[in-house]
């Protein structure tokens, strides 16, 4: 990480935008996201979320705009980006050939760990994570919680800065889903990560997150602490009433079949 007293945000952006022929995906928004932060990104099926995440993590470059992660440009430095941050995305990425122990040993190799490291690194993951008694079963016989924590260890094994998840409990039955909760928490608490996350669920949306920002058709919508945003709805006011005030009331359908069909593959996956 770079000298936070010189960079104040873990994550600013600066009228980020991405264009996919005609169509705007991500139009001109600035975010500033402070260290230590767990930072929500919520919006309808095709508001931009998932691209914005792209960009955010050098999987896509931006048309035009940019954004600083843990201090560094992601066109002028991606490769110090990379190295800063963590990702997980909806797409399975442990093996399920392998077991846990292996999977964490090979994430381990190539984040470029040393020896001495990736034993105690991949031990302290294990345990964090609730996983050591399942280390050497193979992954294909986890539960679709036990999957996902595996997916945690991994990329926290190299101290990254910045985490990035990407749907983290979808598919999760709700004891699975609590517990991934919890580590997330700690994983703030005792490690000092900024965490972004994406989701639909409203209930980990209000509980994981300090504040967020809801996107409406490439735009940022409105910015702040869940909280604040139902009591400027009114008393009774719920995170659902917030989500369908700010993110345009219903839930777009043009262009997102492949959100739809990865999301339901990940729902099948971790299930």
């Known amino acids: 990480m770079n000298d936070d007293a010189i960079h104040h945000f873990a994550i600013e952006t600066f009228d980020l ?3 996919f022929e005609k169509m705007v995906a991500v139009d001109h928004i600035d975010l500033r996201i402070s260290y230590g932060e767990v930072f929500g990104l919520l919006g ?10 792209k960009m955010l993590t050098t999987l896509l470059t931006p048309s035009s705009g940019s954004a600083d992660v843990g ?7 991606p490769d110090e980006v990379r190295r800063s941050i963590g990702y997980v995305s909806q797409l399975l990425s442990a093996d399920g050939a392998l077991t846990g122990y292996e999977n964490l040993r090979l994430s381990a190799k ?21 996983l050591t008694d399942y280390a050497h079963k193979l992954v294909k016989n986890y539960s679709g919680g036990m999957i996902r924590r595996l997916e945690l260890a991994q990329a926290m094994l190299h101290r990254p800065a ?20 919890d ?13 972004l996350i994406t989701t639909h669920d409203m209930e980990e949306a209000e509980t994981l997150c300090d504040n967020l920002a809801i996107m409406h058709s490439g735009k940022i919508s409105i910015v702040g602490n869940p ?19 700010f993110a345009g009331g219903s839930i777009h359908e043009s262009g997102a079949f492949r959100e739809v069909e990865q999301t339901r593959h990940t729902a099948r996956r971790l299930g």
């Open 17 to 19: 935008t991405r264009r």
């Open 44 to 53: 309808a099926n095709g508001a931009g979320k998932s691209t914005v995440i």
């Open 71 to 77: 201090g560094f440009d992601i066109i002028k430095t």
């Open 110 to 130: 190539l984040y470029g760990l040393s020896k001495s490291d990736r034993i105690y690194r991949i031990a302290d993951a294990l345990s964090f994570m609730g």
């Open 162 to 181: 910045i985490l990035f998840l990407d749907e983290p409990t979808i598919g999760l039955d709700p004891v699975a889903r609590h517990m991934v909760w």
């Open 183 to 195: 580590r997330l928490l700690t994983l703030r608490h005792d490690y000092g990560m900024t965490i």
């Open 227 to 245: 909280a604040k945003l139902r009591a400027g709805l009114g008393e009774n006011a719920s995170m659902d009433d917030v989500f369908a005030y």
